[in-house]
């Protein structure tokens, strides 16, 4: 039995796909594949210049394959030297928090050549190298806009020679507190002039560390960062609020406004095709938002805007091209060679069944692994495998929106 094999079966039988289902069967979706290489290679060009390159929204049906393209996705930034997180957008990362989707993104770190998250990539940081030069002088500039408690704090990590403190900038870095008065402290003992610090809400530096990141990422050697955001239909399921804040977290880690870009760091998102109907037809949330936002919460209408006209242009957004009868047998015969690793037991059909083209993708993996399960128990038995129609259910659910911690100001 081959250890490999099974546990991509088991990811297949489960509807998750993992690493090695993935990797094994690849993805039939060219032009989404096809735009998203062609936008890596600009990403190093464009950072230099300080943009960010406009992220791809994918759009498909519940269980045609949007998360197996993610993770495919994933593997090709990989293997070009670009970092890459993926989040999956739910109670624990709403889409309406920029901080909850940062941490997020940190936590699920992928690195193509080591094993391990943003504590291995401080540890790739040479201050004697070429790369870390150029990102440190890049973020020390004064006109560079970045945030000056990550100035401070960088300038800190060069000077320090403290494990205890070192640990506990790479912390702030990751999305934790750090106190201002500490970095005051510290900045003074290694002889460097504080700058004017302030402490700061963590929803207000929220995006200033995905663009630090960015940068710091840069500085150990890597192309770029890469953010596959998985699930973003949830964003139906919020009340009207948490709608307006996640179209505006939207806009902008796709690069849609141009005050708040992220250079190095490309986005992809894929939401089922349902939340169309639902928040716009239905809902009128591009009528509504801006209407009940506009005197409670001014600063949400723009983004929120942007946000709702991506979701809405069927240009920007890629769909996943159905597959046909021949990519449907291919997908079959690389499945049935997994198993037959997997299980050392080689299904009798040769072929799938394709004249019921009305299934989903998982629907027919999941089905085919079923049967040559029961018919490797019992060869005898012929399976009658019937499937339902999942329909996701996009009620507005407002504990979805209640933040699970306090958002002060650290102490100055």
């Not at 709403?94 to 391990?116: C, E, M, W, Y």
Request: hydrophobic share 40%; glycine share 6%; proline share 6%.
């Amino acid at each position: 039995m081959n250890l490999t094999a099974r546990r991509a079966v088991e990811a297949l039988r489960a509807g998750v796909p993992n690493r090695d289902a993935v990797r094994d069967l690849g993805t039939d979706q060219k032009l989404i594949q096809d735009r998203f290489v062609g936008a890596l290679s600009q990403v190093e060009v464009e950072t230099s210049a300080g943009r960010q390159i406009p992220g791809l929204l994918v759009g498909g049906d519940f269980g045609t394959g949007k998360s197996h393209l993610l993770e495919w996705l994933q593997h090709l930034a990989l293997e070009q030297r670009f970092a890459c997180s993926k989040v999956v957008i739910s109670k624990e990362a709403p889409l309406g928090d920029p901080h909850k989707v940062f941490k997020a993104a940190i936590q699920s770190l992928r690195l193509p050549d080591i094993t391990g998250g943003l504590e291995e990539v401080v540890q790739k940081l040479n201050p004697e190298s070429a790369n870390f030069a150029s990102m440190y002088k890049a973020v020390q500039e004064p006109k560079s806009g970045f945030e000056p408690l990550f100035r401070s704090t960088l300038e800190l990590f060069k000077r320090t020679k403290h494990r205890e403190l070192e640990e506990r900038l790479v912390s702030f870095w990751g999305g934790d507190r750090i106190k201002v008065a500490d970095v005051k402290r510290a900045l003074r003992e290694v002889g460097a002039a504080p700058e004017t610090l302030k402490g700061r809400k963590q929803a207000e530096l929220a995006y200033p560390r995905f663009r630090f990141i960015a940068k710091l990422l840069a500085g150990a050697g890597y192309a770029g960062w890469v953010i596959l955001l998985d699930e973003v239909e949830l964003i139906a399921s919020f009340p009207l609020q948490g709608r307006a804040r996640s179209y505006g977290t939207l806009a902008v880690l796709l690069g849609e406004l141009p005050a708040e870009h992220l250079p190095g760091v490309y986005v992809v998102a894929a939401v089922s095709n349902d939340l169309d109907s639902i928040v716009f037809e239905e809902r009128r949330d591009h009528e509504v938002v801006p209407q009940k936002m506009r005197d409670r919460y001014p600063s949400l209408v723009a983004p929120a805007e942007a946000g709702m006209n991506v979701l809405r242009a069927a240009r920007r957004r890629l769909d996943l091209e159905p597959q046909g009868a021949d990519a449907l047998v291919a997908t079959h015969a690389r499945v049935r060679e997994l198993y037959t690793k997997a299980f050392d037991w080689t299904p009798a059909d040769g072929t799938p069944n394709v004249k019921e083209r009305s299934r989903r993708m998982r629907e027919y993996v999941r089905s085919w692994i079923t049967g040559w399960d029961l018919r490797r128990l019992d060869p005898s038995y012929t399976p009658d495998i019937q499937t339902e129609t999942f329909v996701p259910n996009f009620e507005e659910r407002p504990e979805l929106e209640q933040s699970s911690e306090p958002d002060e100001p650290d102490d100055a």
